[in-house]
């Protein structure tokens, strides 16, 4: 929706139009346009962008023009991006991205009991994405990514970022671009990355955050040997079993 103010009018911080006359609003259409506002007096107009969630301004939200005998038609521009969290998975070890592993993006809900933040409502759950073009050998911007959209998100909420757990597997290392100043990223206890948005995140960037898992799988060894001789001695079975400890 836009809106048509008439003066007089004030803006305030925020690009918040503030007048004691009546705003008349128009809806853009399939093209992008609103309805022409017909048949106005001469003077001066503010026309206000409204706030979509997911969508950052990237023009002044309220624009402020003058209507005068020799500038009668006039049309403005409003323009909009997106912002996306892209989380990209590597192997700790081999430092290859691992496509396929499924990376979900909750509301912060923090307990006071636990005295930490845990997964609330779901946004969105995705898996990271092989987009390996094997023809240009080219490996793609999401390659071992998986991808979420500020469609879904709202500026100062805190989200957690959390990954599916894979036995044998554990997260060793994080870290991200950093280069917003108003986007935060921390880890808590439990393995599960913080994020938090302001209202820059979308204008259109694009902020990269990088879980780096190992595969911690060991492997036993038993070897049979002859007390005596020294020697090992084949074909004995040995079998293997999985204690569960307590305290």
């Not at 001469?42 to 706030?51: I, M, N, R, S, Y």
């Not at 500038?71 to 991205?97: A, C, M």
């Not at 049979?224 to 020697?231: E, I, L, P, S």
């Amino acid at each position: 929706h836009m809106c048509l103010y008439t003066a007089p009018f004030s803006i305030e911080e925020g690009g918040v139009v503030v007048s004691e006359n009546e705003e008349e609003c128009r809806q853009t259409g399939e093209n992008g346009w609103t309805e022409p506002w017909t048949n106005l007096p001469l003077g001066q107009f503010a026309v206000e962008e409204e706030d979509q969630r997911g969508w950052g301004h990237t023009t002044p939200k309220v624009r402020v023009i003058e209507i005068r005998e020799d500038n009668y038609e006039q049309s403005l521009e409003f323009g909009n991006k997106r912002g996306q969290l892209i989380v990209y998975k590597y192997n700790y070890d081999t430092e290859e991205v691992i496509a396929g592993w499924n990376v979900c993006l909750y509301e912060a809900v923090f307990d006071e009991g636990l005295g930490e933040y845990v997964p609330g409502a779901l946004v969105a759950c995705t898996p990271t994405i092989d987009d390996y073009n094997e023809e240009e050998d080219d490996m793609g911007l999401f390659h071992g990514a998986a991808v979420f959209s500020s469609e879904n998100l709202d500026p100062g909420t805190l989200y957690i970022v959390d990954e599916e757990e894979r036995e044998g597997w554990q997260l060793l290392d994080w870290d991200w671009d950093g280069a917003y100043e108003d986007v935060q990223v921390f880890i808590q206890e439990l393995g599960q990355l913080i994020v938090q948005f302001g209202q820059n995140f979308f204008q259109g960037d694009n902020v990269h955050v990088y879980l780096y898992n190992a595969d911690v799988t060991g492997d036993i060894v038993a070897i049979k040997y002859f007390a005596d001789r020294g020697v090992t001695i084949a074909g004995w079975n040995m079998c293997l079993d999985r204690l569960e400890w307590s305290d």
